[in-house]
């Protein structure tokens, strides 16, 4: 598969993709704990249906010891045993503000109060602002044909 689109090559993308790592950064070293950013980076990307961040989510968890039974069971996180209540507050947040289109109600009070239940401010802040930041990464791989499967953990930095 050939992507329709070389971001790196084009100047408007790369100049983009500049400042959604800007992003990235601050969501990485929130508050927002390592494993849960993860499990929302992948659950999100397997919503959209977008190869190369479920490539990329997948590899760096197991690679920053995620276990490989947990990485299996995200796209079932409900009917799975293998989450805390606090991961399962963030993934149902993480379904509705990528799913928004999906239904009347957008993201719920039910589901934003699960969330905050287990998370502080910054904590929920980190959240929204890595829900946001990933699906905008889904949107630009997907839209450009970005295919998935060579990634290495660590190659973009």
Same mark, same amino acid.
């Given at each position: 598969?050939?992507? =329709? *689109? %070389? ?6 993308? /790369? ?5 959604? $790592?800007? +992003? ?45 039974? =947990? *990485? %299996?069971l995200v796209a079932v996180w409900?009917? /799975? ?5 606090? $991961?399962? +507050? ?47 990464? %889904? ?19």
């Amino acid at each position: 598969m050939e992507p =329709r *689109l %070389n971001l790196f090559g084009n100047t408007v993308t /790369a100049k983009f993709i500049k400042y959604l $790592e800007s +992003a990235h950064k601050v969501v990485t070293d929130s508050a927002l704990p390592s494993a849960t950013q993860e499990l929302v980076r992948l659950r999100a990307s397997q919503i959209n249906g977008c190869a190369v961040c479920v490539d990329m989510h997948s590899k760096e968890a197991a690679h920053a010891g995620e276990s490989q039974l =947990r *990485l %299996n069971l995200v796209a079932v996180w409900r009917e /799975a045993t293998v989450f805390t209540d606090a $991961e399962r +507050a963030a993934l149902e947040l993480t379904e509705q503000g990528t799913r928004m289109a999906d239904a009347a109600t957008s993201v719920t009070d039910e589901a934003w109060a699960n969330a905050a239940k287990h998370y502080d401010d910054d904590q929920i802040a980190g959240l929204v602002s890595l829900i946001a930041e990933i699906n905008a990464w %889904n949107r630009l791989n997907v839209i450009t044909g970005q295919p998935g499967g060579d990634y290495q953990p660590g190659q973009w930095g």
